[in-house]
């Protein structure tokens, strides 16, 4: 079947805008940088909140280069319960995670610590560090 050369643009047209208006749909619909992003807010737990799960983790995985037993950057030691509940306990750990302008933030040189993992030790301190 031959169309006439005005359908034919006119079919083109329609295609090509709804092509381009897909292709901008997908490249603003997402405005998440991580996949923790995306899903922080479903899976951020606040209640069950122990030094095991999930503090441990994320001081591990943001704090113990630095500040571990074997060489503890400024003197500050946090890859184990006891040195770790001593900085939450005199409310430090909160501030430097949180940006307080008051202390250094941390982690020093690194992006702040996401919003879930920092609400998760916000909790862990105001439930009194359960271990």
Known sequence: ?????????QLFTSLFSKL????????????YNSEEELYSEQICDTIHVTYDSP???IISANCNSCHNSSAPEGGVILD?????SLYAAAGLLVKVINYDPSVPP?????N???????????????????Q
Do not use: H
């Not at 079947?1 to 643009?9: A, C, E, P």
């Not at 381009?20 to 405005?31: D, E, N, P, R, S």
């Not at 184990?80 to 770790?84: A, K, W």
């Open 1 to 9: 079947m031959i169309l006439k050369n005005g359908r034919m643009k």
């Open 112 to 130: 702040q610590l996401p919003e879930c993992s920092r609400a998760q030790i916000g909790k862990w301190v105001e439930l009194g560090m359960p």
């Open 106 to 110: 941390m982690p020093q040189g690194a």
């Open 55 to 57: 503090v441990k983790g």
């Open 80 to 84: 184990n319960y006891n040195d770790l």
């Open 20 to 31: 381009l208006f897909l292709a901008f749909l997908l490249l603003t619909g997402c405005a």
